[in-house]
């Protein structure tokens, strides 16, 4: 079975420019999460999505950033413009719905270079 | 606020000594506690979590509440073993992660 894939695998853009992030969760997966590492601090959660709906998106770090899942499939992570603070390893993670959903399987990651 | 520490960034340790890396977390709630483990070159995974009570690849830890720690442990470290782990805080009902900063472990021959 596949595990959680993520698109691109790296990313270098100048500031201002825009840049998509994909996320395919695992088949059936119903939750799907986003994180970022930011060099030298923790993996810090940003949006959680039950099927198409944000469930929480506290850690959203401000208006540039978009998530969407439609359809309740894949998800993309947008964000415009890019600053460079925005730079970090993108995680996407997924897991089934219910009690035990808290077993989140980790993509590969997306890293991103805002120069 | 909920937060996890993993105060040491760096574990150095012989195979075969025994090992073991901290964490502690600050949560007013009831905690699940969690370790991910990233080995070089692959992804984030679960390594254990303290509802389960289960020993995996060796390691084991323990809640405990009163000192607010969730330690990972293994008697007989093993060169394999060498990774980046990470304690990770959920939050009932939020189901999103807290984590810590990670300690990378490595053992030497």
């Known amino acids: 079975e596949a595990g959680v894939t993520q698109f691109p695998s790296h990313s270098v853009i100048e500031k201002g420019q825009t840049v998509t992030l994909r996320c395919d969760p695992i088949s059936g997966h119903d939750n799907l999460y986003w994180y970022r590492r930011v060099m030298g601090k923790e993996i810090k959660f940003l949006l959680h999505f039950v099927k198409e709906s944000k469930q929480d998106e506290s850690g959203m770090p401000n208006n540039r950033f978009l998530a969407e899942r439609t359809g309740g499939t894949y998800s993309t992570l947008k964000v415009q413009p890019a600053e460079l603070e925005d730079s970090g390893v993108y995680f996407c993670?997924?897991?089934?719905f219910g009690r035990g959903s808290y077993e989140q399987y980790f993509g590969p990651g997306t890293r991103l270079t805002v120069t | 606020a909920q937060r996890v520490t993993q105060p040491e960034k760096l574990l150095s340790v012989f195979k075969g000594a025994p090992v073991e890396l901290k964490c502690n977390y600050s949560?007013?709630?009831?905690?699940?506690l969690f370790w991910y483990v990233q080995y070089s070159r692959q992804r984030l995974q679960l390594l254990l979590r303290h509802i389960s009570r289960e020993s995996i690849k060796g390691f084991t830890a323990d809640l405990n509440k009163g000192e607010t720690s969730f330690h990972l442990k293994k008697p007989f470290a093993q060169e394999e073993d060498s990774a980046m782990y990470y304690c990770a805080l959920g939050q009932g009902g939020s189901e999103k992660l807290v984590f810590g900063k990670g300690t990378k472990l490595t053992v030497n021959p």
């Open positions: 949560y007013s709630g009831s905690p699940e």
């Open positions: 993670a997924s897991s089934l």
